[in-house]
C-alpha cells in the first residue's frame, strides 16, 4: 500500500528500484550514445567533406580528358588550314565535323567575325550557302577571343545552325581568323555523367558567369540556377568555399569546388549536412533504435529485478511487524542475493532478540525495586498498564486484579484526591503527600512521585508511592529531643563564637606581621631575622590551623548527626573536640603573638628614602664592599664593570642598593646553591635617551621556565623553609618600578645562569613623601 506524501507521494521499494535501475540504464545509454555522437559524427563529417572534395577534383581533371579530345580535333583542323590544305577549307572542316557525334558544327571565320567557311554533317550540308556570309561577330565566344589567342568554351552557346543552346569551342589561328565548333549538348551531359562516374554526390558545371550549364542529376538544374551574384560564387572566385555550407534551394549544403583553367568552368559539389546527411541519419537512428531497445527491455526487466531484490526486505519488514506486537518469531527466511540485506536481517534478527531480553531484564528490575512502582495509561483515565510485586504487596493486590483498572476503579483513593494529587504536579513532574486505602481497607500515609513521558504516541504516567507514616512518627520523637538539644547548641555556639573571635583578631594580627615582614625585608640588616621569624612561626601557626580544622570537621560532623538525629554521645564529643582544639589553637597563637611581637621590635629601627645626586659607581662600589664579608669563606666571586664617572643620576640611593643587594644575595642564595664555584658580574651603561642600564648577570643553576613569570611575586620561592622567604625580589622590584621609576627583568635558561636587568631614569620621579638630602 503507498501511503501519500507531498506531491510524489511514498513509493513502494520496488518502485523505487524499478525507477533507480530504469533511471541508470537509460542514463547510461544516454551517455554512452551521446559519446559515441558526439564521437563519430564529426569524423563523418570529415570524411564526407574530403570525399566530396576528392570526387569534384576528380571530376574536373575527367572533363578537362573527355573534352580535351574535341579541343585536340579543332586544333588539328586550325593547324591542317594554316599549312595549306590539299582539301578546300568545306571539305577540311566536313571531314573533321564528320557524322555531327563529336562537333556538330564548325565555322572558319574571317578576323572581322564572319564565316567564311562551314564544315557540317552530311544531312545539314544543303544549308551552307545559308550559312556563309554570316557575321557572327556578335557571338560571346567571337567576344571572348577578342584581341588574344587561345582557346575558349562555352557552355550556353547560341546555335547558328540550330537556334538552340549548345556547348561551344572556339580557337583563334595565328592569322587573326577563328575556328567556332559547336558540341551537341546531349553529348555534353554524357560526358558529365561519364567524368562523374559512381559519385553519389551531386555536382554542377557552373561557367564563368554563374549559369548552370550542367549537373549529374540528369540535367534538373541546368538553365534554372544561376549563383553569379550568390555567396558561393564570390567565395569560388576567391577560393574560399571548400567545405563551407551554403544555402541552397534543397536546405543547407556543404559545397566543394574546382576550378578548370583550360575549360574555363568550375565543378561545384553539394552534399547535406547534418540530419540530411544519410551517414549521420543513419547513425542517429541506429543510436535511437539501441536506447528504444534497451528501454522496452528494461522495462520487461527492471520491475521482475526489483521484485526479486526486494522480496528480503518484504520479509524483514513482516519480521519487524510481528516483533513489534509481540508474536511469535517466524521462521527465518533464507539469505538472498545481497549480502547487505542478508547483513541487515542478521542484524534485526539479533536485535530482535536483544530487545526481547531487554524487556525481560526491564520487567525483572522493575518487579525487584523494593520501592512500590506502577505505570499508568494517561489517555485512558490513568489505567494500570504494569505493578511491581512491592507494589502489589504494599496495597496487598494482586497483580491479575489491578492490571486493566484504574486508582478509583481499586479504590486507591477517591476522584477528588486523585485530582488534588494532579495539582500537586509541577509540569510533568509530581510530588505530593496523601492517603492510599489498601485492599483491606487500611489507610496509608504515602509520599508520591510521578513522571509524565510520551511513548508511541502514548501519554504515560509512572509512579511510586513510599510509604511514611513510620517516618512521621519518628519525626514526632525526635522533634522534642532537637529542641533540647538546640539549647545545648546554642550554648555551645556561643563558646565557639568567642573561640572564633580570638582565632580572627589572631589571623589580624597575622595580617599585620606579614606587612611588617615585607617593610622589614627592605632593610639589609633583618633578611636573616625575617627567615628565622618565618620559620619559628611557621609550627605554631600550621598546629592551630590544624586545631581549627578538627573543630570545623567536629562541628560538620554533629550537623549531619542533626539531620538524621542527634545522640548524647554526639554531643559529648563535640563538647570535647572544641575544648580540646581551642586549648591547642589557643596555646600556638599565643607563641605566634610572641613571636611576631619580638619581630616588630626588631623592625623598629628602618631608614628613610632619601633623594640625593651620586655616581651609579659609588653605589655599586658600597654595595659589594658591604656583601664581601659573606662572600670570603665562599668560592664565589663578584666582578664589577661600571665606569667610574659617566653615569650620575639624581635618585635614591639606599633603594637602589637594597635593591642591587637583594639580586646579588639572590644569585648567592639560589643560583649558586650545591656549587663549589660561581661568578657575579655587575655592569652598567648610558642609553641614548638619558637612561642608565645595569645588569645583574650569574653563572648559576638558572631558572625554571615555569618560575620566570612568577619570579617577582611575593613569596615566590624555592626555597621556602630552608632560608628563602620569596620577597627580595618582591622588594627589589617594588623599588626599582614605584621609587626608581625604572623597569627590572629577569632573562634565564635553565643550567646556563641569569641576567636581572634594569632600566633607570638618571633623574628618578619625585616620590611623595621622599626627602632630598639636606631637607629640612
Not at 557540317?120 to 544543303?126: C, I, Q, V
Not at 508474536?327 to 539479533?350: D, W
Not at 594580627?509 to 627592605?522: D, I
Not at 648610558?686 to 645583574?696: G, K, P, Q, S
Amino acid at each position: 500500500m503507498m501511503l501519500v506524501r507531498g506531491r510524489w507521494g511514498v513509493w513502494s521499494l520496488r518502485s523505487h528500484l524499478s525507477v533507480l535501475l530504469m533511471l541508470s540504464m537509460l542514463l547510461t545509454l544516454l551517455l554512452a550514445g551521446s559519446a559515441v555522437l558526439v564521437w563519430r559524427i564529426p569524423r563523418i563529417d570529415s570524411a564526407s567533406r574530403q570525399a566530396l572534395q576528392q570526387e569534384v577534383g576528380e571530376m574536373a581533371a575527367r572533363m578537362e580528358v573527355l573534352l580535351g579530345n574535341r579541343q585536340a580535333r579543332l586544333q588539328l583542323l586550325a593547324a591542317l588550314l594554316e599549312g595549306g590544305p590539299t582539301l578546300a577549307p568545306d571539305a577540311l572542316l566536313d571531314q573533321g565535323v564528320g557524322a555531327g557525334d563529336v562537333l556538330s558544327v564548325a565555322y572558319r571565320l574571317s578576323p572581322q567575325g564572319r564565316v567564311v567557311a562551314v564544315g557540317l554533317p552530311p544531312a545539314l550540308r544543303p544549308r551552307r550557302t545559308d550559312l556563309l556570309g554570316s557575321d557572327l561577330s556578335s557571338s560571346s565566344l567571337y567576344r571572348t577571343l577578342a584581341g588574344r589567342t587561345g582557346v575558349a568554351w562555352s557552355g550556353r552557346y547560341l546555335s547558328v545552325l540550330s537556334g538552340q543552346l549548345t556547348a561551344g569551342l572556339a580557337l583563334r589561328t595565328g592569322r587573326g581568323e577563328l575556328l567556332v565548333a559547336e558540341v551537341p549538348f546531349a553529348m555534353l551531359l554524357d560526358t558529365v555523367e561519364t567524368a562523374a562516374g559512381t559519385g553519389a554526390s551531386a555536382i554542377w558545371v557552373v561557367d564563368q558567369a554563374g549559369e548552370v550549364i550542367a549537373d549529374t542529376d540528369g540535367g534538373r538544374d541546368i538553365g534554372k540556377v544561376n549563383i553569379r551574384n550568390s555567396p558561393l560564387m564570390q567565395a569560388m572566385v576567391q577560393g574560399q568555399a571548400d567545405g563551407r555550407s551554403f544555402a541552397f534551394p534543397d536546405g543547407q549544403l556543404r559545397v566543394a569546388f574546382a576550378h578548370s583553367p583550360s575549360l574555363g568552368w568550375y565543378f561545384v559539389g553539394h552534399a547535406p549536412t547534418g540530419m540530411a546527411d544519410p551517414r549521420i541519419r543513419g547513425l542517429v537512428l541506429a543510436v535511437g533504435a539501441a536506447f528504444l531497445a534497451c528501454l522496452g527491455i528494461g522495462l520487461l526487466m527492471t520491475p521482475l529485478w526489483a521484485s526479486y531484490l526486494g522480496r528480503p526486505l518484504r520479509d524483514i519488514a513482516a519480521r519487524a511487524a510481528s516483533t513489534l506486537r509481540g508474536e511469535p518469531e517466524p521462521a527465518v527466511s533464507p539469505p538472498g542475493p545481497v549480502a547487505e540485506i542478508n547483513r541487515l536481517a542478521h542484524h534485526l534478527v539479533r536485535m530482535a532478540a536483544a530487545m526481547r531480553e531487554r524487556e525481560l531484564e526491564f520487567l525483572a528490575i522493575f518487579n525487584a525495586s523494593p520501592v512500590p512502582m506502577a505505570v499508568t495509561d494517561a489517555d485512558q483515565g490513568y489505567r494500570l498498564l504494569h505493578v511491581n510485586d512491592a507494589w502489589c504487596q504494599a496495597l496487598q493486590f494482586r497483580r491479575e486484579d489491578a492490571i486493566g483498572r484504574s486508582g478509583v476503579g481499586l479504590r486507591l483513593f477517591t476522584a477528588a484526591e486523585r485530582d488534588a494529587l494532579g495539582r500537586q504536579s509541577q509540569g510533568d513532574r509530581t510530588v505530593s503527600k496523601g492517603t492510599v486505602r489498601r485492599a483491606s481497607g487500611e489507610r496509608m500515609q504515602t509520599q508520591f512521585f510521578g513522571q509524565r513521558f510520551e511513548l508511541g504516541g502514548e501519554r504515560w504516567l509512572i509512579w511510586a508511592l513510599i510509604d511514611i507514616g513510620p517516618i512521621q512518627r519518628v519525626a514526632l520523637q525526635l522533634r522534642a529531643l532537637n529542641q533540647q538539644l538546640e539549647e545545648r547548641v546554642q550554648r555551645r555556639t556561643t563558646a565557639l563564637a568567642q573561640a572564633n573571635a580570638d582565632l580572627s583578631q589572631t589571623v589580624e594580627q597575622l595580617r599585620s606581621a606579614r606587612s611588617e615582614l615585607v617593610r622589614a625585608e627592605k632593610m639589609a640588616a633583618l633578611g636573616s631575622l625575617v627567615a628565622g621569624v618565618a620559620h619559628e612561626l611557621n609550627t605554631p601557626l600550621g598546629n592551630g590551623v590544624m586545631a581549627i580544622s578538627a573543630m570545623g570537621d567536629a562541628t560538620r560532623s554533629f550537623q549531619a548527626a542533626m539531620q538524621a538525629g542527634v545522640r548524647r554521645e554526639d554531643l559529648r564529643q563535640l563538647v570535647e573536640s572544641i575544648a580540646q582544639g581551642t586549648d591547642i589553637a589557643g596555646r600556638n597563637l599565643r607563641r605566634a603573638a610572641e613571636l611576631v611581637h619580638s619581630f616588630q621590635q626588631a623592625a623598629a629601627d628602618q631608614t628613610g628614602a632619601l633623594r640625593r645626586s651620586f655616581e651609579l659607581s659609588e653605589v655599586v662600589h658600597e654595595m659589594v664592599v658591604s656583601l664581601q664579608p659573606s662572600f670570603a669563606r665562599k668560592p664565589w666571586r663578584i666582578e664589577v664593570d661600571v665606569p667610574a664617572t659617566g653615569l650620575r643620576m639624581d635618585s635614591y640611593p639606599g633603594a637602589l642598593g637594597q635593591a642591587l643587594g637583594n639580586l646579588i644575595q639572590n644569585a648567592a642564595l639560589h643560583g649558586f646553591d650545591g656549587r663549589s664555584h660561581g661568578t657575579v658580574r655587575i655592569t652598567a651603561g648610558a642609553l641614548a635617551d638619558r637612561r642608565i642600564w645595569l645588569h645583574v648577570v650569574d653563572n648559576g643553576r638558572g631558572i625554571a621556565a615555569e618560575h620566570l613569570n612568577r619570579i617577582f611575586d611575593p613569596f615566590m620561592t624555592t626555597r621556602m623553609g630552608r632560608g628563602g622567604t620569596g620577597l627580595g625580589l618582591h622588594i627589589s622590584y617594588n623599588a626599582v618600578v614605584n621609587l626608581l621609576g625604572g623597569t627590572l627583568t629577569v632573562d634565564s635558561v635553565l643550567g646556563q645562569g641569569a641576567c636581572f636587568a634594569m632600566r633607570l631614569p638618571a633623574e628618578a620621579p619625585r616620590a611623595a613623601g621622599a626627602a632630598a638630602v639636606g631637607a629640612p
